[in-house]
Each structure stands twice: as C-alpha cells, then as structure tokens.
C-alpha cells in the first residue's frame, strides 16, 4: 500500500526567506503526487500535484515542488516565505493503480516570522 | 473557497449513538470521498462513492457507512459512536474516477463524542 512521510512536524522560517517542506513516499506503481494547504478550523486547499512530465510542479500562491523518482521525495518549496503562508502543510499519494485511496502524511505546520 | 460543502459544522453526540453527515459537491463532480481527520493527524479515507455506489474503503469498521445521491451529493452514517470517533469529518469532490484528479475538500463537520 501506498504512504507518505513529512518527516518535520514544524519548520519555522523568516518572511522573505526561502522554505521547504519534506515529503517522502512509498508506491507500488508510478505516484501520483498532491499538496494541500490547511488554514486554522478549514477543510484542504489543493496547492499542486504531479502526475507526469516535467519534475519541477508550479502551483497556487507561489509555491512549487520537485519531483525527486530516485530518492522517493517531493518536496514542496518557496523562494521566499511570507506570514500569510503560516499554515498545516500535507503531502498526499496515490498510486497509478488506485483510484480512490489517497494517503495523507501527519502534516507539517509551517511557520512565517516577520 | 471550494464548490464543497458540509452540514452540520459542529456536533456534539453521545457514545453509542448514531450521526449522519453531510456534503454537497462541488457542480459538475462525480465522485465524492470521505476522510476522518484526528487532532494532530492527517486526513485517512474513510470510502469512497462513485455514481452511487461504493468505489473502495479504507480501514474502517462497517458501522461506517454511506449513501450518494442521484446529484452526487453524500452522506456518511456512523452508528454505535465511539470516543475514538471525535474528528474533524470532510466530504471532498473530484470531476472524474481518476486518480490523477485532484480534491476539492469542503470545510468539515467538528464531531465531539463524550
């Protein structure tokens, strides 16, 4: 079965510094890979995915992540950070075979200090 | 702010009884999935509904049930609760049966079980 790991449940940046949050995975097939945003009492908002193609995924709110097949990472970045980015950040898989289970990682909570 | 949306926001039952929620999805989806989300987790699926019918199910007991309705909207029904069962609830769409598709989450239903 598939899984994810954000292996830092907290990173803490300065605003207008460059941030990165981790992602491991683990699929039988090809992955097909998603980040989500969580603001405080809100449901998910879809940043990016990766499904094929180009290793580097542009998304939402100046936010993007590289696709790293070899070392099993997809790790989400930003050239620099602001306040308003402060939130739970989580990394998401499928497999190619798998339609309907999406494993979630535990969530990595982001904060932006001015 | 996604098309999804859910009913009640917060509810607050006691053990052994029954609670039924609810999510509407976003216009034009067909596919609607639910997953439980514990303090200080990520989101695990709960099954999945396809056209009406069941399309996959996580690790969850058969007291989860639900029902998708002929405009794609869903219900999720959990009988016999458990304290173990205060999460935080979301019902997210998607266009298509693909795994490639990303969600569109709606914002929760708060379940509290004393």
């Known amino acids: 079965a598939q899984s994810v790991a954000q292996p830092e449940d907290q990173v803490n940046v300065a605003e207008g510094n460059p941030l990165t949050v981790k992602c491991t995975y683990s699929v039988s097939g090809n992955p097909y890979l998603f980040w989500y945003v969580q603001y405080p009492n809100r449901g998910l908002q879809f940043l990016l995915k990766?499904?094929?193609?180009?290793?580097l995924v542009k998304g939402s709110y100046g936010f993007e992540a590289e696709f790293n097949k070899s070392q099993t990472s997809f790790h989400l970045k930003k050239p620099s950070a602001l306040v308003s980015d402060s939130a739970l950040y989580f990394c998401a898989v499928r497999d190619e075979y798998n339609n309907n289970d999406m494993r979630f990682g535990a969530g990595t909570r982001l904060t932006v200090k001015p | 702010e996604t098309g999804v949306t859910q009913s009640p926001t917060h509810l607050i039952k006691t053990r052994g009884q029954q609670v039924t929620l609810r999510c509407s999805s976003q216009?034009?989806?067909?596919?609607v999935s639910w997953y439980q989300q514990a303090l200080g987790q990520g989101p695990q699926f709960i099954f999945q509904?396809?056209?009406?019918?069941?399309?996959g199910r996580g690790n969850f007991p058969p007291r989860f049930s639900g029902l998708q309705f002929p405009n794609y909207s869903s219900e999720l029904n959990v009988n016999a609760l458990e304290l173990d069962d205060s999460a935080l609830y979301l019902c997210?769409?998607?266009?298509?049966?693909?795994?490639?598709?990303?969600?569109?989450f709606g914002p929760g239903t708060r379940l509290t079980v004393t």
């Open positions: 216009s034009g989806h067909n596919t």
């Open positions: 990766y499904i094929t193609g180009d290793n």
């Open positions: 997210a769409s998607s266009p298509r049966l693909a795994g490639n598709y990303e969600q569109y």
């Open positions: 509904y396809y056209r009406e019918e069941e399309n």
